[in-house]
């Protein structure tokens, strides 16, 4: 990570080229935010790692929690007791925390309170492309979007303050491209964070139970109102471009970037409304838009959350426009990211205008130049200890068990050639489906899932396999950090986001403590051991669970890289037969063939050793470090 203490610099004016994730956090410290919350998740992670690298100096508190539920009510807590707070997650993480979110609605908050949900167009590093607009409608809360690094830390800095004038939490909505682009920031005004409060008690506004949920319903329809003025006069609603010509656009967020650069492209005279706040939509404002194009084109991602709006309100102020986007026929993909090309292609049909450039030609050179680079799907690192794990897994049920898989670096693990992961759905997801699996089949069924998501989801799944007797096995790959988004701690790993250290909860005790009567903790490299163990696991009769406990390979090449300490790379000896037994089985990226035989990527191995052990005729040797 890059040296972040440039966030803390106090010079108004100063403009720093920062990555979106890092604005959000500098516009953190600008809104006097005294309490943030996360649970990491890309594309948002590096706004917690952010603030985490930063926080003790900069007088806030910042926490890891254990999933996003759990930080939305951390957060609310706070912000209850007049401390503005920020919470941070990606798409996927706010139905996670729906419930707690839904019902803040109604309770409000005392001290500005900001809900960044980064949305993933084209699942970069998701399950899923929800588009998160439709929890703003759904919740009544308010939601921003920025389109660049500064708007993202401007709008930090803004939906504070419309927090606090509308007594509700706010959505800041990014997407991928906003929170992963660097771009300049100009710096505004440092504000000191207040960490204490007071709670002050208000049973009315604060205990949802139905005689009190029933009124404050009607409140927050009131403030919703609210917003809705707040959005007809927001600097963030904007008309871009007047354009003289028959043809009008509205946009939000990224997508604005895109349909400024494409109408540049194909020279067209256009008129831009650009969106920034798009909960509430400002009505007013759109429908006078409406009014002075005969044309109007919405370019938005994913969904068509604006398109739907924009056709209900032009139902009232100009029912004779033509509105082209994603429903009915379809001039702009309702499917991942958008890009130049997208917006150029779906401009250039509603007009007519042919495309300046001719994309077949891009795309017959591109495949010419790519055709003779080997593919690189993403697979563990070389040394991972989850490929140690998954190599048992297979060796002791013979490939024939069920292997439900989770979210984590592990769920690479469903290609081949270690081929273990047979449904994923969501955090925690792998231990309960395990068991309506078993229940339906009787096969043998392993569920794998990592140390990090354990805590975040897996608990209440695994005290359901206890009380009904489920016959399953959960492998917990643990790897003592929280590796795929970062190596953000956990509460297995002994130290906080404040950088201090932490009471550590082990798994094995937290398995125990659900009521599994079978628990283990192995090294996933003893690979004898590791078989035995998991053996007796799939034949006990009832729930079971095996830790597979090795640091994340990364760590520990990082360490040796401090400590000055050489790592020895394993070689193929004269031994070798090219059985190729080590390529079939393992898939380690540091294990190729060369010129006909197999052979080790120096630069690649990290002498884990684990290409050793399963060699029929030992012809690896490994000398360690």
């Known amino acids: 990570m890059p040296n972040l203490r440039v966030l803390l610099s106090d010079e108004p004016g100063k403009r720093v080229l920062l990555l979106g994730n890092e604005a959000i956090a500098r516009g953190i410290l ?33 926490e890891y929690s254990t999933n996003e539920m759990v930080a939305v009510e951390v957060a609310a807590g706070a912000v209850n007791c007049g401390v503005r707070a920020l919470t941070a997650m990606k ?101 000191k964070p207040k960490l204490k409060g007071e709670f002050v008690r208000e049973p009315n506004r604060l205990v949802m139970v139905p005689a009190n949920a029933r009124p404050m319903h009607v409140k927050l329809l009131e403030k919703a109102e609210k917003a809705e003025e707040i959005s007809e006069k927001s600097p963030y609603n904007t008309v871009v471009y007047k354009g003289n010509g028959e043809l009008g656009i509205i946009c939000s967020g990224s997508a604005y970037n895109y349909a400024a650069e494409a109408t540049s492209l194909l020279g067209l005279d256009v008129g831009i409304l650009k969106l ?20 109007i084109v919405v370019v938005e991602e994913l969904e068509p959350y604006l398109e739907m709006n924009v056709k209900a309100i032009a139902k009232d102020y100009a029912p004779t426009a033509e509105i082209y986007g994603k429903m009915r026929r379809s001039y702009f993909p309702r499917k991942g990211e958008l890009s130049t090309r997208a917006v150029v292609t779906g401009l250039a049909e509603i007009t007519g205008k042919k495309p300046p450039i001719d994309f077949g030609e891009i795309d017959s050179k591109y495949a010419e ?89 897996a608990i209440p799944g695994l005290i359901n396999a206890v009380y009904n007797n489920h016959k399953v096995t959960l492998a917990v790959l643990d790897n003592l950090t929280t590796a795929m988004t970062g190596h953000q701690p956990h509460p297995g790993t002994g130290t906080t986001g404040m950088h201090t250290t ?58 040796k890289r401090r400590k000055g300490i050489k790592t020895v790379p394993c070689r193929v000896t004269d031994r070798c037969t090219n059985c190729m037994a080590c390529i079939k089985l393992l898939g380690c990226p540091a294990i190729t063939i060369k010129d006909g035989k197999v052979s ?8 884990c050793g684990l290409c050793a052990s399963i060699c029929p005729y030992k012809a690896i040797e490994c000398g360690g470090s």
């Open 30 to 62: 600008e809104a006097g935010i005294g309490v943030v919350t996360t649970y990491p998740g890309t594309p948002a992670s590096e706004i917690g790692d952010s603030v985490s690298a930063i926080a003790e100096e900069a007088g806030l508190y910042m």
């Open 91 to 191: 798409h996927v993480g706010l139905n996670v925390a729906a419930d707690a979110v839904m019902t803040l609605a109604y309770i409000g908050v005392r001290g500005g309170y900001v809900i960044v949900t980064a949305d993933d167009p084209q699942c970069y590093s998701s399950q899923n492309e929800q588009d998160n607009r439709f929890y703003a409608l759904l919740s009544n809360l308010p939601c921003l979007e920025p389109s660049t690094p500064q708007e993202a830390k401007d709008m930090t800095v803004s939906a504070v303050e419309l927090s606090e004038e509308l007594g509700l939490p706010v959505l800041l909505r990014t997407t991928t491209r906003v929170n992963h682009t660097r771009g300049p920031v100009v710096y505004g005004n440092l504000t």
């Open 276 to 295: 920034g706040m798009t909960h509430p939509l400002p009505e007013r404002m759109i429908g006078e838009f409406l009014k002075t194009y005969k044309k």
């Open 369 to 457: 130049a790519v055709k003779d680079l080997p593919s690189r799907p993403p697979i563990l690192c070389p040394g991972c200890p989850h490929r140690a794990s998954f190599y048992v897994i297979r060796k002791v049920t013979g490939g024939k068990a069920v292997y439900p898989t989770d979210i984590g670096c592990y769920a690479l693990g469903f290609a081949p050639p270690l081929s273990i992961g047979d449904i994923l759905i969501c955090m925690g997801s792998s231990v309960s489906t395990a068991q309506g699996i078993n229940k339906a089949t009787g096969v043998d069924t392993v569920a794998v899932i990592g140390d990090s998501t354990f805590f975040h989801a």
């Open 502 to 559: 932490a009471t550590r909860v082990l798994i094995e005790k937290v398995a125990e403590g659900c009521g599994v009567k079978y628990v283990r903790v192995v090294n996933p490299f003893n690979i004898d051991e590791a078989s035995r163990v998991l053996k007796e696991a799939v034949q006990y009769p009832g729930p079971s669970v095996v830790v597979f406990r090795a640091p994340c390979t990364l760590m520990l090449m990082s360490e």
């Open 600 to 607: 080790i990527d120096e630069t690649l191995c990290t002498a």
